[in-house]
């Protein structure tokens, strides 16, 4: 019996550009970061090379960054933002999903809120702002009517929609065994609406940090949004960046705790993408 020779497989080493690959978006994080980098580089030079000297640059936001944060003036901005938000959401989502499955369980009040509900929610913000303002003063109660009106009709419209969807199963189960209309409304056409709940709430809270900084630049009220507009005015342009990036830290916290919340307490609910 002849022994064969082993052929041995050459082992294939990667190049240079799936080492560089592999090191700047190997992973997610990797790729964020990597495509984050990129923009900033690109600010820097760009702004260096073309705009005037008071232009916002990354290095110069970055050395301003912990002065911003620890000056009391805009913490107390911040606060006032954030509460107000935080405030006006909350009424919006229960005074919506009122509204909504009302909406979508009663034909009569379908007929009567359907067009202006579709109406008020196409409408720009900004146009309301100087009634809001007659009604409700120049101060805090136009920044939470102006909160509340941004965010109302998501819920209300993602409501709607959600108490039509339920099965026909559950109501006919209901009707079978007699049950309350308090069972019907809340025990089973509020739970069967909740993923449109949640889409819904999660398209309110971008409308009602928009129409908080446009209330605070119209009543030129005290907050993130009124802050960033006079830094910008007095050609603090560095400060008012950081105080764009507050705006945007806010609508990420609130996108990561809605995502906690899914996961810890709804994990029926999927986003999309993952699973079937």
Known sequence: MTTEAITRVPVERPSLGELVGKLLWGTKFRTKLTAGLIILIIWQVGVSAFAARFVAKPFNVILVFPKVLSDPLFQQAAWSS???????????LIAGTIVGIAMGRM??????LNI???????MPMIALLPLLTIWFGYGGDA????????????????ARDGSRSVPPEYLEVCKAYRAPARFVWFDITLFSSLPYLIAGFRLAAGRALVGAVIAEFFVSLNGVGM????????????????????????????????????????????????GQ
Do not use: C
């Open 143 to 158: 920044r939470m009517a102006t909160i509340i009106f941004a965010a109302f009709f998501s819920i209300v419209i993602n």
């Open 82 to 92: 954030l509460s107000a938000i935080i405030q006006g959401l909350f009424i919006a």
């Open 116 to 122: 202006y509900v579709n109406g008020l929610y196409t």
């Open 107 to 112: 034909k009569v009040f379908d007929r009567l």
């Open 227 to 274: 802050y960033v507009l006079s830094n910008a005015r007095s050609f603090k342009h560095n400060e008012a960046v950081v105080g764009v990036i507050a705006l945007v830290a806010f609508g990420l916290a609130f996108e990561l705790t809605i995502n906690w919340v899914m996961r810890h307490y709804f994990p029926w609910y999927r986003r999309e993408g993952r």
